[in-house]
């Protein structure tokens, strides 16, 4: 058996495809050299072809293939010197995307893993860098051993990458300035799990969500307090492999017999203070209220005959024994001021932020946020919007153009920013190709997410997709195509122990975010801001941001580097400069 092994950045995406030649896709002799601070962490793909059926293994279990003798190949990683943190190896899964074809992305728990002839295994190799690391250069070593029912395991091969250790510690994830907002799609977790809704299963289902989130910098937490505002994101009109993708409100509601109404806010509280404990505790997003999404053909409308927008608001109505819907104005606006007070009650009013999803129609969704701005005095408002018009609109304190908007519109957009408070992010979808985060998407355009939040001057980034799975997502992640390209829809998986298993695009996310921190800082710190912005020509390749936009129909290589070496080696040179210390400017 002919056995070829190597390494490759972390940016590595494996495709097992149509047009697959007998013989190994990398380079087996690449040398990798990653630079990092402590509280960091630095990755790097190992690669193994064979030209016959293989077990590869991680960690120390046993290991026995089901069909029979087979050769087994066993991943140890180790690194000297490094006392404080670790290293670790883990397989990682191919997922069919929209072509057909195979492509790495989930980072998997498993042991083992049987792998075909002629098909490359990647494996990932992540150490963490602890804060009291000492600075210096470590050398990871990877020992492969190999053998074959019982035999002794011999070593196939050994391979090496550099770590060079920068005198700076980076800020925990709670503490970055980066802005993140990944929405939380939690009545999907508990379908998922076969949790009841909001029961005390869910919310230990939810925890290492939560705590996956927060590892990334997360600062906003989801909350829906209407039933179905996105009304199923049109899975009504998918006739071939519809998916159960609705989202239903945190807040018990029911009418009692005397005619009073009572809310029940104990999951919403809950939900709240789990997000606090791990971290996320910037922002309050409450979604059902404004710009409910309609698809009135298919029977998907409103319910509140005397209110401008669709919101569905479900009670339980004692004296009947029944579940119906509000429809009267007057006691939908009972529900908002009710959820208002709370929300002071609590000390969180300020924090909160009523969504606005997408709005399209200016008059009527000014109508809209004009009623709810009356019902609810103290509530403040964030839009994902397509055009820099909707920031004139009084009450809307956070804004969040998509990528098109956000390049062509973005002169305007800074000037709109000056005097206000509030943030503006930048988000993409289903309908922007590049650079984005789906399995097509080359992993460096998940890294180079915050590169562009920094180089067009915003506060963050926003994605609507962590967990919006289809019906078997760790069968076919694949859902909707056209309309929503596999892996639009989540950047973790749903693994059977209850845990997420993160993605290499949730990976290189981020690394790109804590790119984002080293450069900031810098900056922070009295480096050159000149000299930065030249050096980050290497990365940001448009000439203009209006380039960004999809009708200047640029390749994803006119807009960004698709280098892991133009990224690195910026980095590498600012820790440099950030543990020599302003002096040496």
């Not at 089901?66 to 290293?87: A, C, M, N, Q, Y």
């Not at 979808?429 to 915050?450: G, M, Q, W, Y």
Request: hydrophobic share 40%; net charge negative.
């Amino acid at each position: 058996m002919n056995i070829t092994m190597g390494l490759a950045p972390d940016s590595y995406k494996y495709v097992f495809g149509v047009f697959h030649k007998f013989g190994a896709p990398f380079e087996p002799d690449r040398a990798i050299s990653l630079a990092c601070g402590r509280r960091d962490r630095a990755a790097a793909q190992l690669l193994i072809y064979a030209d016959e059926e293989l077990l590869v293994c991680v960690g120390e279990d046993a290991a026995f293939d089901e069909r029979g003798p087979i050769d087994v190949l066993r991943v140890s990683v180790r690194v000297p010197g490094l006392t404080d943190g670790s290293i670790s190896a883990s397989l990682v899964g191919l997922v069919e995307d929209d072509d057909r074809q195979l492509k790495s992305d989930i980072v998997l728990r498993q042991s083992s893993l049987r792998v075909e002839k002629r098909r490359v295994q990647p494996v990932w190799i992540e150490a963490e860098i602890g804060a009291d690391a000492a600075p210096g250069v470590y050398d990871p070593e990877i020992t492969v051993y190999r053998r074959r029912m019982f035999e002794d395991e011999r070593v196939e091969a050994t391979l090496k990458f550099e770590i060079v250790v920068h005198d700076v510690t980076l800020d925990a994830p709670a503490n970055q300035a980066f802005y993140l907002d990944l929405w939380q799609h939690n009545s999907n977790l508990a379908r998922k799990y076969d949790a009841p809704l909001w029961s005390d299963l869910h919310f230990e289902v939810m925890e290492p969500y939560v705590a996956s989130l927060a590892a990334l910098g997360q600062k906003a937490v989801s909350l829906v307090v209407s039933e179905i505002p996105w009304s199923g994101q049109a899975s009504c009109y998918d006739r071939i492999d519809p998916a159960n993708l609705f989202e239903y409100s945190i807040v018990g509601v029911a009418k009692r017999a005397d005619g009073t109404w009572a809310y029940d806010y104990r999951a919403l509280d809950r939900y709240v203070e789990l997000c606090e404990r791990h971290g996320i505790k910037d922002e309050i997003e409450v979604f059902g209220l404004l710009n409910i999404w309609v698809y009135e053909d298919a029977g998907y409308g409103g319910v509140i005959a005397d209110h401008p927008d669709a919101v569905r608001i479900r009670y339980f109505d004692e004296e009947s024994g029944t579940y119906r819907f509000i429809r009267q104005r007057s006691e939908f606006e009972a529900y908002v001021a009710a959820l208002e007070r709370h929300f002071i009650e609590r000390g969180w009013i300020d924090r909160v932020r009523v969504l606005a999803d997408e709005p399209s129609d200016l008059t009527l969704f000014r109508e809209r946020l004009g009623a709810m701005r009356q019902m609810a005095p103290s509530f403040q408002y964030k839009a994902a919007i397509a055009h820099a018009s909707f920031m004139e609109e009084d009450g809307i304190v956070d804004h969040v153009p998509i990528l098109d908007c956000a390049g062509q519109e973005h002169e305007q957009i800074l000037e709109m920013r000056e005097g206000r408070t509030g943030r503006t992010l930048y988000y993409v979808a289903c309908d922007v190709k590049h650079p984005n985060t789906f399995i097509a998407s080359h992993l460096l355009e998940a890294r180079a997410i915050p590169w562009i939040v920094w180089q067009l001057k915003l506060d963050g980034f926003l994605r609507w997709n962590y967990t919006v799975w289809p019906t078997d997502p760790l069968r076919k992640i694949s859902y909707h195509n056209p309309f929503f390209p596999a892996g639009d829809t989540n950047f973790v998986y749903p693994g059977r122990d209850g845990r997420p298993l993160l993605s290499l695009r949730y990976k290189l996310l981020q690394k790109g975010i804590r790119d984002y921190e080293i450069i900031a800082r810098y900056v922070r710190e009295g480096g050159d801001r000149e000299r930065l912005d030249s050096r980050m020509r290497s990365v940001i390749r448009w000439e203009s941001p209006a380039d960004l936009h999809r009708d200047a129909r640029r390749r994803i290589e006119e807009l960004i580097s698709l280098d892991d070496a133009d990224y690195d080696g910026i980095v590498a040179e600012l820790l440099g400069e950030l543990a020599a210390g302003p002096q040496a400017r």
